[in-house]
């Protein structure tokens, strides 16, 4: 059985929007600066009036880990299994699980993009998986950097 | 800051993987063993400190040990992070003559009890800004300590070019310092560089031997006025300064989401304010123990604490310059890689021992001694002399 995240008033809407295949992230009313996690106020200028903002689900990998040794039963059939800090391209960054890339194969600074899988019912959670696109955009704008040899 | 306190004595019970008896037992038997150390009984004690992960109510030591009264009692919070925190509010406690003389503890049975690299995943929902946070990191699998910690020991390998290697330059030195401590569990077992390649991934880039062991086991300290500590038998540990600290946008171990991750902020707040309280630089260190529960965060507190500059751990700690003659030799006791997992108070012991010359692996020279809590969480460090 999946571990679930509770639900609260702070973080039921990022929940409800996840199940509905939507990232959202907070974002304050008055400054328009996003974050994530949730907080009851903005965390720049202290405002109360915040409200939800669609992202795109683009992403890069800003760290992670490769988890080996499993210590709870939820994930006992799924190791080795990447664990990914990722960098939204709007900014906040967001804990996620990577599908569809071995785990020697993980960068930092790969392209990633949200894709949306259900663990329970009422329950979807954001995973992120390569953006063979944007990685190939990538190499080629570095290619172009690259001297002739 | 806390105007003429030491510490007078330290006590401990064995450090085993089952100690075959109650937390509360380890608790009461760490205690008297310190007071008899520091020369004093449990009627002198109107304080007691410990953590708030402790299972052992203040009152409840305090029915055991007979204490009629206590005038002072806390626990301070964010787990191994608390050790030196205890021991500052202890000395606070006493400069301001809230109590005279206070025990701080800690009694684990981490490894026969409950462990806690064992996920319990209906902490993802507990109603508490704890489980509020844990509810973005257990469901998608980042739910142990070790994979917390890798997370950030990944992006400094990152930034700076650091290597497994180097975290296995750590466990190495702790190993062979364990090794020479009866006490140790890992008591004439060192390790090589080359065992600590071959050792399993637990959560990349953390191998087995970057994890800390898990122990059974209580450690407890004694503080009291330095005036009072000068007549009881033992050479006063001389409170030269204690500091809590916590960063930008702290976490309990999944402080993701500041600026910068290759770093510890809320120890570089520990720092800046030991430093000034003892008038000291990190040049006039003789030894210190540095929180060892994973191998890169060492290397983090290293920088964090002045040590050597941001991202040059790596350099600092090669060619044995943490080992016993080396030039800042860390943890010998063994750390909590080599000697046991007690959320940190073993270190403690140790800095007492280096300051009284009475260590297994004494440092020579009369220089102070630092001694750091828990990493990655809100924490605390010490400077004794
Ligand atoms: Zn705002």
Redesign the pocket.
């Known amino acids: 059985m999946a571990v679930v995240p509770g639900m609260s008033e702070l973080t039921a809407p990022f929940w409800e929007a996840a199940r509905a295949g939507r990232l959202v992230v907070q974002e304050?009313q008055?400054?328009?600066?996003s974050w994530h996690p949730p907080l009851p106020r903005?965390p720049?200028?202290?405002?109360a009036g915040l409200g939800w903002r669609p992202v795109s689900g683009e992403g890069t990998v800003y760290t992670y880990t490769v988890v080996r040794h499993p210590t709870h039963h939820a994930f006992a059939d799924e190791v080795p299994y990447v664990v990914a800090l990722v960098a939204l391209a709007e900014g906040p960054r967001l804990v996620t699980a990577l599908l569809g890339v071995a785990p020697d194969e993980v960068r930092v600074g790969q392209p990633v993009r949200a894709v949306f899988r259900d663990v329970a019912a009422g329950v979807a959670l954001p995973y992120f998986e390569p953006d063979a696109g944007r990685a190939a955009a990538q190499r080629g704008s570095l290619g172009g950097l690259w001297p002739a040899r | 800051m806390p105007g003429g306190t030491a510490i007078a004595g330290i006590g401990a019970t064995e450090f085993s993987k089952d100690s075959g008896r109650s937390e509360l037992r380890l608790a009461v038997e760490a205690v008297t063993a310190a007071l008899a150390d520091a020369g004093l009984t449990a009627a002198d004690v109107d304080g007691l400190v410990t953590f708030t992960m402790d299972g052992n109510a203040e009152i409840a030591v305090a029915r055991e040990l007979g204490l009629r009264e206590l005038r002072f009692f806390g626990q301070v919070g964010y787990g191994g992070g608390a050790a030196c925190g205890c021991v500052a509010h202890a000395a606070m406690a006493v400069a301001a003559g809230a109590a005279d003389v206070v025990v701080c503890y800690r009694a684990l049975n981490e490894r026969s009890g409950r462990r806690f690299g064992q996920v319990t995943a209906g902490l993802a929902g507990v109603p508490t800004t704890a489980g509020v946070d844990n509810g973005w990191h257990y469901p998608m699998g980042l739910a142990t300590p070790a994979a917390a910690v890798a997370m950030i020991a990944r992006r400094y390998m990152h930034e700076y070019g650091a290597t497994s290697e180097d975290f296995g330059r750590i466990a190495v030195a702790a190993r062979r310092h364990a090794a020479s401590n009866p006490r140790a569990w890992f008591y004439q077992r060192p390790v090589t560089l080359a065992e600590h390649q071959e050792s399993r991934w637990i959560a990349e880039p953390l191998r087995l031997l970057d994890c800390c062991q898990e122990s059974d086991g209580a450690v407890a300290i004694v503080v009291t006025s330095l005036d009072r500590a000068r007549d009881l038998p033992r050479r006063p540990a001389v409170i030269a300064a204690a500091a809590q600290g916590s960063g930008p946008d702290q976490y309990i171990m999944t402080s993701y989401y500041r600026d910068d991750l290759a770093g510890l902020p809320e120890m570089g707040v520990v720092a800046r304010q030991l430093w000034r309280q003892a008038g000291l630089g990190p040049a006039d260190v003789r030894t210190a123990v540095l929180y060892d529960h994973f191998t890169p965060y060492v290397l983090l507190q290293l920088e964090e604490l002045g040590f050597c500059a941001r991202g040059e751990a790596r350099g600092f700690i090669a060619d044995g310059a943490v080992e016993l003659g080396g030039r800042l030799p860390l943890n010998t006791h063994g750390g909590q890689l080599g000697e046991a997992y007690i959320h940190g108070m073993n270190g403690i012991a140790e800095a007492v021992r280096q300051v009284r010359g009475t260590s297994v692996n004494q440092v020579p020279g009369d220089g102070p001694v630092l001694v750091t809590a828990g990493t990655g969480v809100p924490t605390s460090a010490l400077i004794l002399s």
């Open positions: 304050c008055s400054c328009r600066q903005c720049h200028c202290h405002a």
